[in-house]
């Protein structure tokens, strides 16, 4: 695998690979890797010829008071694990060779609608941070696919719009969840948990869980948040939200089929994030209940 810093060296890399007609996929990471980012790099190493992992902790998506400086950064470790997973290409910029003339008057992708709510009202600038960033490695890699998991369902969603509304010609792939064996989704942010909150923590995916199943027997959609935020409150939580929504992210209505929950919890010094797929039944049939 390549270890490569500068802008120029990745182009150049880049480039070999392209005119020997190589199918190119980007797999972006903040570093600190676990299971669920080497799902990522497996995904792109069945779709492409040549895998580029990105390592960067994107100072422009992080707010005022977020974890920026204590986010753990494991480089060392994180080379290791990306070559054992059969990656070629770690592109680790610093953060003035992305934005070399700061933050304050940096161009910055806003994605409306998709990005607003959930995780996009309660951590502001957060997605255009993060389109930014991600626009900004898939000008320089110029990537056949990109894969992300889908545990940041939201981000996944602001991806794949503003792909498709700047006509970008990159195919994006959505990685599922990796989950610890309790159930609890694998995250960079687990580490901040203590034992205890460790062992408090798989509670998030078991409430989701029952309230999927809930769902699907036509349980109504408030009655069954609202018992869910209890759960999660009785459970040692501060929910940041809890939502049921259709695969777009709108708000899930009496037609919506195919719906997505959508959880935030604080736990300890970790926010944690997690979602299930859940088939709803149509109004036919929940009538009976």
């Not at 810093?5 to 996929?25: C, F, P, V």
């Amino acid at each position: 695998m390549r270890t490569l810093r500068e802008i120029n060296d990745l182009r150049s890399t880049l480039r070999d690979y392209r005119k020997r007609g190589q199918r190119i996929a980007l797999v972006p990471t903040m570093g600190n890797l676990h299971a669920g980012h080497l799902a990522l790099v497996a995904a792109a190493r069945q779709h492409a010829d040549i895998v580029v992992a990105s390592l960067f902790v994107n100072p422009m998506q992080f707010g005022p008071n977020e974890d920026l400086d204590g986010y753990p950064r494991t480089f060392a470790d994180d080379q290791v694990k990306l070559t054992d997973a059969g990656c070629d290409v770690l592109f680790s910029p610093t953060v003035s060779a992305l934005y070399p003339h700061g933050l304050a008057s940096q161009t910055r992708v806003h994605v409306p609608d998709v990005g607003e709510g959930l995780c996009g009202g309660s951590r502001p600038g957060h997605f255009d941070g993060v389109s930014t960033v991600v626009t900004m490695l898939f000008n320089l890699v110029q990537p056949d696919i990109a894969c992300f998991g889908e545990k940041d369902y939201q981000q996944l969603a602001v991806i794949r719009k503003f792909v498709r509304d700047l006509h970008m010609p990159i195919e994006i792939i959505g990685v599922p969840i990796v989950r610890a064996e309790d159930g609890l989704a694998l995250s960079s942010r687990n580490g901040y948990l203590s034992a205890n909150e460790r062992a408090m923590a798989p509670a998030l995916y078991r409430i989701l869980c029952e309230l999927r199943d809930a769902l699907e027997q036509g349980e109504p959609a408030e009655t069954a948040l609202g018992r869910g935020l209890t759960r999660l409150v009785d459970a040692g939580f501060t929910p940041d939200y809890l939502e049921l929504r259709d695969t777009q992210l709108k708000p899930a209505s009496a037609t919506t089929r195919e719906a997505v929950l959508l959880a935030a919890a604080k736990l300890g010094p970790a926010r944690l994030l997690d979602n299930l797929s859940v088939q709803l039944p149509s109004q036919s049939t929940t009538s009976h209940h």
